[in-house]
């Protein structure tokens, strides 16, 4: 089974500042799909950005990015340029990647971390 | 963009009774749903893959008999908490798996049904 870690459980940045949050992952599997959700206090999962673990190139979403290291088995988060509706809970989450299409796993989440943004 | 509808958002009953939850796709078709359990600052928890036309898959732990998922149309899937006790109140969240190549789907949730059994 797989299992992700996200190690601390509340961060703080100044607004416009940059911040990272952490997240490791364990398993076995060789292909898989890494995400970040955001979930605001209206409670709805937000998709933040998806790293496909073939893929080398780290994805980028506007100001959000991540620093993918397939062998270390971490996942992190970068937002730049921290802007208040930033806040959130932020999970990072990991899928098995599908080979037949049928729409096997659901996905496993980290704990979340709790980002707060300081005006 | 895909979109799924959760209903209700927030339902209050009584111990003993039963309560159904539904999960629609609105713009796309999901031939597999998958309900989550989130307890008050904690994180998602996957309680059972629901497959259209098949029987639910039931994470371990997962009360089967108390948690009855139908999934009878692929854009409808339902979660009904049986007999329900203070202890099933919770945040429920579905979400469904839009079509794609294999391997390139994505996953969207619906905003979540707050349940709470007096």
């Known amino acids: 089974a797989q299992t992700v870690t996200q190690s601390q459980p509340e961060m703080s940045v100044q607004e416009a500042e940059t911040v990272t949050l952490s997240c490791t992952y364990d398993?076995?599997?060789?292909?898989?799909?890494l995400f970040w959700y955001k979930q605001p206090p209206s409670r709805q999962m937000i998709l933040v950005i998806r790293?496909?673990?073939?893929?080398?190139q780290n994805a980028t979403e506007n100001r959000f990015s991540v620093n993918f290291q397939k062998a270390a088995k971490s996942f992190s988060l970068k937002i730049s340029d921290s802007q208040l509706g930033d806040a959130a809970m932020y999970f990072c989450a990991y899928r098995s990647y599908d080979y037949s299409g049928g729409g096997a796993d659901g996905l496993t989440f980290g704990k979340g971390t709790h980002l707060i943004i300081q005006p | 963009g895909a979109v799924v509808s959760q209903h209700p958002s927030w339902v209050i009953c009584k111990s003993g009774t039963s309560v159904k939850i539904e999960c629609r796709s609105l713009d796309f078709q999901a031939t597999t749903m998958f309900w989550y359990r989130q307890f008050p600052k904690q994180s998602l928890m996957l309680m059972a893959t629901s497959n259209e036309g098949s029987k639910a898959t039931y994470e371990q732990g997962v009360e089967k008999d108390k948690f009855l998922i139908n999934h009878a149309s692929l854009t409808l899937s339902t979660l009904t908490v049986t007999s329900a006790h203070p202890e099933d109140s919770s945040f429920y969240i579905c979400?469904?798996?839009?079509?794609?190549?294999?391997?390139?789907?994505?996953?969207?949730f619906g905003a979540g049904s707050r349940l709470t059994v007096l």
């Open positions: 790293q496909e673990a073939y893929k080398q």
């Open positions: 398993t076995s599997e060789s292909d898989y799909y």
């Open positions: 979400s469904a798996r839009t079509s794609g190549s294999p391997g390139a789907n994505v996953l969207t």
